[in-house]
């Protein structure tokens, strides 16, 4: 057994991870940067950074990632990584003609002290940026936060650097979708546009990371938000931030900068989430909500009625990213089953809170941990063990020694195909769910049922 | 077209071109899409398959999760190496620094874990913000009695290449610790076979069926007290020499072993392999064991290897590899399948390999130093190739672009080494290269301007 050093007794840690539910930030920014159209990610630290992450996003969506480096040296430590980061831009807008740059720090050269915003305004005076094209930044040393905090600080660099209230409301909604998989902006974008309402959304890497094989490597796929769109995000009527952690600061940045007012809502998986999602911006945009997403509606509820005989308090463990797990929490819940353990490697108390505050009916006795671990969270399943492991591809462990079923959820999935092709926010992303979900359990069942209990129809 | 930068245009030559001035192992120019990875990732992924020892990563977390059980080293006893320990060093660490974390993490690990050693990697922050691994390392091995060994693999302070030197020296600072200095009777050490999809083991059986004892496997499937006790072998034998050279002077100089490098890739280098230790030994009966190993096993794989010869005569492979030397190998092994390479290059080789590779070459043939996607696309499309061998950051391209791909890197989870390896290949380069799939490809244009 790869974990059988695990022990039953929970000790506390003070000073030691092992086997992270988190990873840095900088790869969170290179993934939202990846959601504007013709985009070059460009990480500003060591090689290593840009290829381990380009790597890691390889393996979860199966499709080129493109990034560039300022291939820090010893030279870039001592003296600072400017002439790194002008020649850099520079080499970027020759050889891969992007539209946009966007920077994201590294712990290197946070630490180190680089001025981001000056060296891109030096090589604005220096003329190494051509008319018409832009390099936006953000602020993502690895040391604080995890992999979300990356994603929203680099959503927030958007605004910072490219939203504009120029005095014109436009009749548009922005929405930040958090990070999510292609599959699933695809269907809110999807949701919207039943629903007859003009939306921004940023990041979109819909058609950037799940796009189509036609014999041609496009280095800058067809997806992605448009510089102008994004633009235009000052004007819009209001923001809907999806993910309290991965989406509201730019949420709140945007209302600061431009008077955009904002709601922050919860992600839209399962059935309240996505009730309170379309019912904002059905409100927001006056409009009544279709008879197509409210039969969606109806066939989500029917199927969960057909399975609510198996679901039945059956224990669950998480692990993941705070805003997915949020949603998903009430969700099982509403399924009658019940998430027992709840890990996230994210740090913030609030989201501790919050589950707590979901769960106090149904699952009053809930172990929740924010900047927890994998060790953390099998230490608690051999304390009560589950019926259900639902996480990333790091459960595949806990999952084979404890002889748990287990659902890939979230990111990374490094040991699966397909996962970023189908959605688990809205209706449809819900019965998406609830189908892996009794698959998985009645697949135990039929595994583990001798053969005199063995039956054909269950 | 593509634009090639002024300052790259020396990492690419094409053979029959009569000016060979090959540029290579400079560091990538800032703003490149490179494949290439840092110092830790070197020292990483060279000491990581030892799985009785404890990897701790002293940094913020990131390091220590892009590189958790990436590998597929395999082992065939303990698995501590699976697991990811970091420090998770935070703004109030990168401040005040992070020493006395990494102490208490250390001792505390170790007394959950009692591993055979301790490796300790200091990533980029540790070595700026002026943590003193090494006098850690000594304090905590002080306490606990096994050895705890400071790696200085600070990203930014040179390439990759010089992450395996540095694990080289690691490594070294075992060796001949372990109190018995005998020399075993025709034996060696296997240098740079990391096991990945078990290949140690096939190339470990290969050597006992001929009578070679193995002393250490460094690091495929590795033990400390095997490596402790590596200074008793009588040779050494380099695989992926770009790693592990380093290490085999290292040896030579302090215990006399002398060494001899070798690729387990493809019939010939396979063979070849088998029979340099052989003539290093000059023993009759281990020649003649070796002599019926070699035709044995390739009687056994040779029809099968005409048979996806006939298939495969004519396509076009482009190759992209981190060290050079498995170019080689993969050349000669493409050739026994009837196909030609015509692109080859690498992400670290040096002078002499690209020297070599062009001799290995055929005419036409572009070979590149520390290439990106948008030059590879462009080679690709150029060349007409029908697949790709490389790496995972490459697989998608190649997709993408309607070929073939097949992982000789990192992620390979077939064994391509030795006779069996040969087999595999063969059948793994036939099946995406014929996959039905090809057939619904809308186009094949290559790659679009920008």
Redesign the interface.
């Known amino acids: 057994m ?4 695990t ?1 039953k007794e929970v000790k506390e ?8 539910a ?3 930030q ?2 969170g920014a290179m993934y939202a940067a990846l959601g504007i159209h013709k985009c ?1 990610p ?1 990480s500003h ?12 996003l ?2 979860h969506y ?13 030279g ?2 001592v003296f600072g990584g400017q002439s ?2 002008v ?6 807008f ?4 992007p539209d946009i740059i966007a920077v994201h720090t ?3 050269s946070e ?2 002290g680089d001025d981001v915003p000056q060296i891109v305004e030096k090589a604005r005076i220096d003329g190494k940026i051509p008319e018409g094209k832009y390099v936006i930044n953000a602020s993502t ?4 936060g ?1 992999h979300v905090t990356g994603f929203a600080n680099m959503v927030k660099g958007m605004v910072n650097c490219l939203a504009e209230n120029t005095g014109t409301k436009l009749d548009q909604i922005n929405i930040i979708p958090g990070w999510t998989e292609p599959s699933d902006m695809r269907e809110i974008k999807c949701l919207a546009h039943k629903m007859g309402v003009k939306i921004v959304m940023f990041p979109d890497t819909s058609d950037v990371l799940d ?1 189509p ?8 796929p067809k997806g992605g938000v448009s510089i102008e769109q994004l633009k235009s995000t000052g004007n819009s009527v209001a923001t809907i931030a999806l993910g309290p952690v991965a989406s509201a600061p730019a949420a709140e940045v945007l209302n600061a900068k431009c008077k955009v007012p904002c709601e922050i809502l919860d992600l839209p998986i399962g059935i309240r989430a996505t009730d309170r999602f379309i019912e904002k911006l059905a409100g927001i945009a006056g409009k009544i909500v279709p008879d197509a997403i409210t039969e969606e509606r109806g066939r989500l509820i029917d199927i969960i009625t057909d399975m609510q005989q198996y679901f039945y308090g059956k224990k669950v463990a998480l692990f993941g990213d705070p805003d997915q797990l949020i949603s998903l929490a009430e969700f099982l819940k509403d399924l009658d089953m019940k998430p027992v353990h709840i890990v996230t ?1 994210t740090p913030g108390k609030k989201f501790e809170t919050s589950i707590k505050e979901i769960l106090k009916e149904g699952v009053p006795e809930v172990n929740v941990r924010a900047a927890g671990d994998m060790y953390l969270l099998h230490q608690w399943i051999k304390n009560e063990p589950v019926d259900l492991l639902i996480g990333n591809t ?1 459960g595949k ?1 806990i999952a084979r020694d404890e002889d748990i079923p287990f659902i890939r959820f979230g990111f990374p999935i ?1 040991d699966r195909i397909g996962h970023s092709y189908f959605p688990s926010v809205g209706y449809k992303g819900g019965m998406h769910l609830v189908e892996k979900i009794l698959g998985a359990i009645l697949d135990r069942k039929d595994r583990d049922s001798a053969e005199e209990s063995f039956e054909l129809v269950l | 077209m ?4 002024e300052q790259r245009k020396k990492q690419i030559y094409k053979k029959g071109e009569k000016h060979f001035d090959m540029k290579c192992e400079t ?15 070197g020292s990483r992924v060279v000491l990581y398959p030892i799985a009785d020892a404890l990897h701790l990563v002293h ?10 059980d ?1 590998r597929g080293a395999l082992s065939s006893g303990p ?2 190496h ?10 109030i ?2 401040i005040y620094g992070g020493e ?2 990494l102490l ?2 250390l001792i ?2 170790i007394e ?2 009692q591993p055979k050693a301790a490796f300790v990697y200091a990533t ?2 540790a ?3 002026g943590d003193d691994v090494s006098s850690i390392c000594k304090k905590v091995a002080g306490l606990t009695r096994i050895p705890v060994i400071p790696v200085q693999s600070e ?5 990759k290449k010089d992450g395996y030197a540095a694990a080289c020296h690691a490594l070294f600072s075992l060796i001949g610790t372990s109190g018995n200095e005998q020399k075993v009777p025709f034996s060696i050490n296997i240098l740079g076979d990391f096991n990945l999809a078990g290949e140690t083991w096939i190339i470990k059986e290969y050597y006992a069926r001929i009578g070679i004892n193995v002393v250490a496997t460094m690091t495929g499937d590795g033990r400390i007290d095997d490596i402790r006790g590596a200074n008793r072998a009588e040779l050494n034998v380099v695989q992926c020499s770009g790693s592990m050279t380093t290490l085999a002077k290292l040896m030579q100089e302090k215990f006399q072993i002398p060494f001899i490098k070798v690729s387990y890739f493809g019939i010939e280098d396979m063979s070849e392999a088998l029979y340099s230790v052989v003539r290093h030994f000059d023993n009759r009966e281990i020649m003649e064991k070796t002599t019926k190993l070699v035709s044995s096993e390739i009687e056994r794989i040779m029809p099968t290897i005409a048979d996806y010869r006939r298939k495969l005569s004519g396509k076009n492979a482009a190759v992209y590899v981190g060290g050079a030397f498995k170019a080689f190998s993969l050349i000669k092994s493409l050739r026994h399948l009837g196909m030609n390479v015509v692109v080859a290059g690498s992400q670290t080789g040096n002078n002499d390999d690209y020297t070599l590779l062009k001799d290995l070459s055929d005419e036409g043939t572009i070979i590149v130093d520390d290439t990106n ?2 030059e590879l ?1 462009k080679f690709i499309q150029e060349k007409k190739v029908d697949i790709l061998i490389g790496g ?2 490459e ?3 190649a ?4 070929l073939g791909f097949c992982d000789h890197n990192h992620e390979r989870k077939i064994a391509l080494a030795g006779y069996e390896g040969m087999l595999n290949f063969a059948k793994e380069v036939y099946s995406t290269i014929m996959s039905p799939v090809w057939q ?9 301007d ?1």
């Open positions: 790869l974990l059988r050093h022990t840690r003070e000073a030691l991870v092992v086997n992270p988190k990873t840095c900088p790869i070059l460009h630290g060591s090689q290593g950074c840009c290829s381990y992450h380009r790597s890691t390889t393996r199966k499709e080129p990632v493109m990034a560039a480096t300022s291939s820090f040296t010893e870039s430590a790194n980061l020649e850099a831009i520079n080499n970027i020759t050889v891969y003609k590294t712990c290197l630490t180190i040393p690895s040391y604080v995890s796009a094989q036609t014999g041609r490597h496009v280095f800058y490697g790091y462990y490094l | 593509i634009n090639i930068l560091t990538s120019l800032a703003g490149s899409v490179s494949q290439r990875a840092c110092v830790f990732c940094g913020p977390i990131g390091c220590a999760v892009y590189t958790w990436i698995e501590l699976r697991n990811s320990f970091s420090t998770d060093l935070n703004e660490d990168v006395k974390k208490s993490t505390e690990l959950r874990y980029c922050i070595g700026l913000i990203g930014f302070k040179g390439t996607p948008l696309s995972v950051k697989r998608p391209i997709y993408k672009l309607g619904f490809r809308v186009s094949r244009e290559g790659t679009e920008i």
